[in-house]
C-alpha cells in the first residue's frame, strides 16, 4: 500500500516552489536571471552596471516603452513654437520678399538699477532679445586674417550641434548682395531671464566672476564686471556670450579636461551679435563698447599675440565713440581704465608708444588732492600716466650708430629735462600717497620662513598692490634710459637692482590672483635687472606658479629672460659638449667638429614705434576697425543715452 502522505504536504511543495516573475526587466529576460522586479533599477542591473529597461516585449522582438509608473503624468502643459522661417529666408536672395511685411511691435524699455541707458523706440536685436533678419555678416580684411582663420574650421565642425543662444544665424552666412535698407522680420520678444538656470551657463559665469572679472575690476573701485554686469547680462545674449567666452577660455587654460570649442563657440557668438548690433544706427553704443572690451580680453588669454587683433581696436575707436575717458565715472571708466592698462602692458612689452597720448587721458595730477585714505584708485590712475609717458620716453629713445652731432646733443639735452621731470613726478607720487599706499610690513629674507630670496612685503589693498608694482617698474625703467648716463653703470644700476628687488618682494609674497596680469609685466622688468642665479631661478619659479594659478602663458618670458641672463649660451655650450663628448665615443678616431645645434629664428615685432594695433582705432579714420559692419549710430539717441548713463547707477 502506498505510504500515507503526511496532511499539508502539497501545501508545503506549494509554498516551497519558486515564485514566476511577472513584472521583471527586460535586461534580466535577455540575460535569463531572475529578476527581484526592484524599482527604478532591480538588483542584477545594479550590480552588473547596465541599464535596466521596463516595458513589455512581444514576440521577443519590438518593446515598447511605458510611461514609468512612479512618475505620473503632470497637467498644464504648454507649447510654444518659434518661427524661423524668416530669419532663414533672409539669408537668400530674394527670399524675404515672399513674405509679408510685418509690423514692428515697440516695447517699452524695463527699468532696473542695473541697466545701460535707456533705449529709444526704435527697436534693437541684440539689446532686447529680439531677432532682426539684417543683411548676413561677410568676413572682411580686418577680420579675415584673424577670426576667420582661426575658426572657421573648428566653427564649421560644431556649427550643426550647436544653436546660438539668441537665435542668430551661423557667422559664416551665405552672402547676400543687400547691405543697404534691410529687410527687417521681427520674431516675439522673449523675457529677461531671472538667472542662469544651465550648469554650463552657471559654470561658466563662475569662472569669470571669481578668476576672470577679478583682474578686470582690478583698477575698479564699483567691480563692474565681476559684481554688477554679470547680472545686467541676464537681458543681453551679446553681453551673457562675451563672459561666458572669457570663463570658457580660462578654464581651458587651467584645466586640461576642458576643451577651447566651447569658449570659440561663446565667442563666435558674441562676435556676430556684436557686429550686427553695429549695423544697427539704433544700437546702445554703451552696450557695445563694453562687450567689446570684454572680448579683447579673451583675445588677450590667447596663446598668440596674431590672435589678440581682432577686437582690441574696435574697442578702443567704441570707447572713444562714447566719449569716455579719465574724467568719465561707472561703467565709462571701467572700460577706459582696463583699456588703457592692457595698452600700457603691451606697449611695455614690446617697447612701443602709447597710441592714445596721456596727456589727453584728462587725468587729475594735481597731487594735493584725493590724499585722504579710500580714493586709492586715483592714485594708480596717475601712477598709470606716468607709465605711459616712460613708455613714450623709452620707446623714442634715439640710437646714434656715429658720433652725436650739435643737433643730436640739443635733442639729448632736451631728452635730459624730461628724464629729470618724469623722475620728478614718480618721486613726488612715492612722497605724497596716502599713509595706507606704503607697506604695513617688511620683513628681510633672513627674517622669512618662506626660503625666498627677496623681501617680503606686505600690501593690504588691490589697488595698493598695482600703484606699487607700476611705481617700482617705472623707476626701473626709467634708471635704464638715462640719455647720458647708461642703464649699466654702477649707479643706475644699484637703483634698478634695489626697485628690482620691492617688486619681487612683492609678487613672490602675494595672494591676490587679481594682480596676475600687472604682475608678470613688472616681474618681467625687474627679472632683467638681476644677476644673482638664485634669484633668477626664484623669478622662473614665480612664473610658474603664477601660470598654475591662472593659466597665463608665460613661455615667451622664460625665453626673453634666459636670453638677456645668457642662460641660452650656456645650455648651448654644454649642448655642444654633450654632442662632442657622445661624437668622441662613437668616432674616438674621428677628428671632425661636431655640428652646431640649429638656431630657431624668432621674429619679433619691431619696437619703437606707434602702437600699430591701435594707431588706426578710431571711426573718424578711413582705415577704422569693424570695416563694411559699422554704421553710424543715432547721433540724439546716442546723446540720450550719454545723459541717462550719466545719472544712472551704473
Known sequence: MPATERPGAAETAAASKPKRVRTGCLTCRERHLKCDEGIPNCNNCQKSSRVCKRGVRLNFIDTTIRSHPLLPPTGGWKVKFQDESREIASEYKGGLGRYAQVEQIITPPRESAFDFPSRSMVLDPMINNETVALPPIQPTSAFSDGLLSRHSHKHSRH????????????????????????????????????????????????????????????????????????????????????????????????????????????????????????????????????????????????????????????????????????????????????????????????????????????????????????????????????????????????????????????????????????????????????????????????????????????????????????????????????????????????VQLDHAHQVCGIVAHVKDRGVASVALRSLAVAGECLVVRREQQEVLDIFERIRKETGWRVHSLYNDLKAKWGWETEDSSQQMMQQQTSLQFLQPNSLLPAPLPPQPQQTQMPGGILNPLLKTADFSLPNHPYQQYYQPPNQQQQQQQQNHFTHSYL
Not at 541676464?234 to 587654460?253: E, V
Not at 576642458?258 to 556684436?274: G, P
Not at 574697442?315 to 595698452?343: D, H, P, Q, Y
Open 159 to 494: 556649427a550643426s550641434s550647436h544653436q546660438s543662444l539668441s537665435g542668430e544665424s551661423s557667422f559664416l552666412a551665405p552672402p547676400s548682395t543687400s547691405h543697404s535698407n534691410p529687410e527687417q522680420a521681427l520674431t516675439p520678444p522673449t523675457e529677461t531671464r531671472d538667472y542662469l538656470n544651465s550648469p554650463e551657463e552657471l559654470l561658466f559665469m563662475q569662472v569669470f566672476v571669481e578668476e576672470v572679472g577679478l583682474w578686470m575690476d582690478s583698477l575698479d573701485p564699483m567691480k563692474h564686471f565681476s559684481r554688477l554686469l554679470p547680472f545686467h547680462s541676464l537681458g543681453d545674449p551679446m553681453l551673457l556670450n562675451a563672459f561666458l567666452a572669457c570663463g570658457a577660455r580660462h578654464l581651458s587654460l587651467v584645466n586640461p579636461i576642458y576643451t577651447e570649442d566651447k569658449a570659440l563657440y561663446y565667442y563666435d557668438t558674441a562676435t556676430t551679435q556684436l557686429l550686427r548690433s553695429l549695423h544697427n544706427p539704433g544700437r546702445n553704443t554703451v552696450v557695445c563698447a563694453t562687450t567689446a572690451v570684454i572680448l579683447n580680453v579673451y583675445e588677450i588669454m590667447s596663446e598668440r599675440a596674431s590672435q589678440r587683433m581682432n577686437h582690441i581696436a574696435g574697442a578702443r575707436a567704441l570707447i572713444k565713440e562714447c566719449g569716455w575717458n579719465a574724467t568719465s565715472t561707472g561703467i565709462g571708466a571701467a572700460c577706459f581704465w582696463l583699456n588703457v592698462g592692457m595698452e600700457i602692458l603691451s606697449c611695455l612689452h614690446f617697447n612701443w608708444q602709447i597710441a592714445w597720448d596721456p596727456d589727453q587721458w584728462g587725468v587729475d595730477m594735481d597731487f594735493q588732492r584725493e590724499i585722504e585714505p579710500g580714493k586709492e584708485e586715483i592714485w594708480v590712475y596717475r601712477m598709470l600716466y606716468i607709465v605711459g609717458k616712460i613708455s613714450n620716453f623709452r620707446a623714442s629713445q634715439p640710437r646714434f650708430k656715429d658720433a652725436p652731432s650739435e643737433e643730436d646733443q640739443m635733442r639729448l639735452e632736451g631728452r635730459a629735462a624730461e628724464w629729470e621731470r618724469l623722475k620728478g613726478l614718480c618721486d613726488s607720487w612715492n612722497a605724497s600717497i596716502p599713509r595706507n599706499m606704503h607697506p604695513m610690513g617688511y620683513l628681510y629674507p633672513s627674517q622669512t620662513r618662506s626660503k625666498s630670496a627677496f623681501p617680503e612685503i606686505w600690501l593690504i589693498k588691490r589697488a595698493t598692490i598695482v600703484g606699487r608694482l607700476f611705481y617700482h617698474t617705472a623707476m626701473c625703467l626709467l634708471h635704464q634710459t638715462h640719455p647720458f648716463i647708461s642703464g649699466r653703470s654702477e649707479e643706475m644700476h644699484q
